[in-house]
């Protein structure tokens, strides 16, 4: 309509019409869910951080946040983008106030409970901290480098005019034996998991 009026009128589209324009406009916008602002207010007005009790719920409070988070996202993203209404787009800027106001409200709730779960989850043993996997692996690696210089002073003497099939044989049974052992000692030095000196 105020692309018409324009075309066959020449003067300036009356405030009526832009008004029907903008109302029909957002009728179109109503087509998509609604950003649904009486339960996105429920959740965010009234924060319950955890108890140390109900970490059982934890992930599935944050999954539900994100997923809340997201859906905000997406509804602010199409408010920005607006309607095309003949060739002007129009764009309800109090819709996209109001989604903002609720993504800008929900995030702290979200990184609380994301803490709270990073907290659980170490707690739990089911995270360790990076410091934690560096030094049990480099005390894994120490162990290992231990055990083969030790296999290398044990075995060497047995090689001694043996064939290259019967050097191999004891290269593999040793090889298996070192690995199981330490292993089986949780990593700790080879030559204490065999208990030799």
Request: with cysteine; proline share 7%; net charge negative.
């Amino acid at each position: 309509m105020p692309e018409w009026w324009q075309a066959t009128h020449k003067q300036r589209v009356p405030a009526e019409i832009l008004h029907a324009a903008l109302a029909a406009a957002r009728m179109v916008q109503s087509a998509t869910p609604p950003p649904a602002p009486a339960e996105s207010s429920a959740a965010i007005e009234s924060p319950s951080p955890p108890r140390r009790d109900e970490g059982y719920n934890l992930p599935a409070q944050v999954d539900r946040l994100r997923d809340e988070q997201q859906r905000i996202q997406r509804q602010l993203d199409q408010a920005r983008a607006g309607v095309l209404v003949g060739e002007v787009t129009v764009t309800n800027q109090s819709d996209c106030e109001s989604l903002l106001r609720q993504s800008l409200a929900i995030t702290p709730e979200l990184r609380k409970s994301e803490a709270a779960l990073l907290e659980w989850q170490t707690a739990r043993e089911e995270l360790v901290p990076a410091i934690a996997v560096r030094s049990e692996n480099v005390r894994v690696c120490g162990s290992i480098y231990a055990a083969m210089l030790r296999l290398l002073s044990v075995v060497r003497p047995l090689l001694h005019q043996k064939t290259d099939a019967e050097q191999d044989a004891i290269w593999r049974e040793r090889v298996r034996a070192c690995f199981e052992s330490i292993k089986d000692a949780k990593f700790t030095d080879y030559a204490a998991a065999l208990g030799e000196p």
